[in-house]
Nanobody
Framework: QVQLVESGGGLVQPGGSLRLSCAAS????????MGWYRQAPGKQRELVST???????NYADSVKGRFTISRDNARDTTYLQMNSLKPEDTAVYYC???????????????WGRGTQVTVSS
C-alpha cells in the first residue's frame, strides 16, 4: 500500500553535486521520520541522514557539511542535496520512512529500492 521511489542518482565527477528525491505514495496518514541510507558493494548499509516531521536533522560524520536533507510534507517527499562529492560517496542510496497508514495503526518502516550514485573522474 505504500511505495517509496528514489530519483536523481547518476554519474558525477569528484567535487560535483547531485540532488536525490524520494517520494512516498499510497495510503499514508502521517510520516514521522524520513531518511537516507547508502550501501556500497561488499559493505553494510549505513545511515546518511534523517529528518523528522518537525524538521530536526541528523547527519553521518562522513557527510556533515557536504549533504543537506530536507522535506516537503505536502508532497510526502524528502530530498538529499549532495555537494562536494567524493569517490567514497559512491553507493546505492536508499530512502526510508517511518509512517502510519492510518491513524489507528502503528508506525512502520518502509524502504525504497534505491538509486545509484557514482562519483568518478
Amino acid at each position: 500500500q505504500v511505495q517509496l521511489v528514489e530519483s536523481g542518482g547518476g554519474l558525477v565527477q569528484p567535487g560535483g553535486s547531485l540532488r536525490l528525491s524520494c517520494a512516498a505514495s499510497g495510503t499514508i496518514f502521517s510520516i514521522n521520520t524520513m531518511g537516507w541510507y547508502r550501501q556500497a558493494p561488499g559493505k553494510q548499509r549505513e545511515l546518511v541522514s534523517t529528518i523528522t516531521s518537525g524538521g530536526s536533522t541528523n547527519y553521518a560524520d562522513s557527510v556533515k557539511g557536504r549533504f543537506t536533507i530536507s522535506r516537503d510534507n505536502a508532497r510526502d517527499t524528502t530530498y538529499l542535496q549532495m555537494n562536494s562529492l567524493k569517490p567514497e560517496d559512491t553507493a546505492v542510496y536508499y530512502c526510508n520512512a517511518d509512517l502510519r497508514t492510518r491513524s489507528w495503526t502503528t508506525t512502520t518502516t518502509y524502504w525504497g529500492r534505491g538509486t545509484q550514485v557514482t562519483v568518478s573522474s
